[in-house]
């Protein structure tokens, strides 16, 4: 767990012109939070436990149609 300190000094907390100008490039952080959010779409059968959930139901499903 972090531990947190209150700041006793009184320096000023604000960012610097360097800080403010990277943080307006909006493509380059709209692009950084995109490549962190989505995930790469793997098909279903290149999935093992999706795979293995498909048959299993198959099966059931198989099973269920040849008992009655």
């Not at 972090?2 to 952080?29: A, G, V, W, Y």
């Not at 093992?48 to 059931?60: D, R, S, T």
Request: avoid cysteine.
């Amino acid at each position: 767990m972090r531990k947190f300190t209150r700041n006793i000094d009184n320096k000023s907390l604000q960012p610097t012109e360097e800080q403010i100008k990277r943080q307006k490039d909006f493509s380059r952080i709209h692009h950084d939070y995109e490549k962190l959010t989505i995930r790469g779409k793997k098909p279903l059968y290149r999935d093992p436990k999706a795979l293995i959930f498909i048959v299993l139901v198959a099966v059931i499903i198989l099973l269920l149609f040849l008992e009655s």
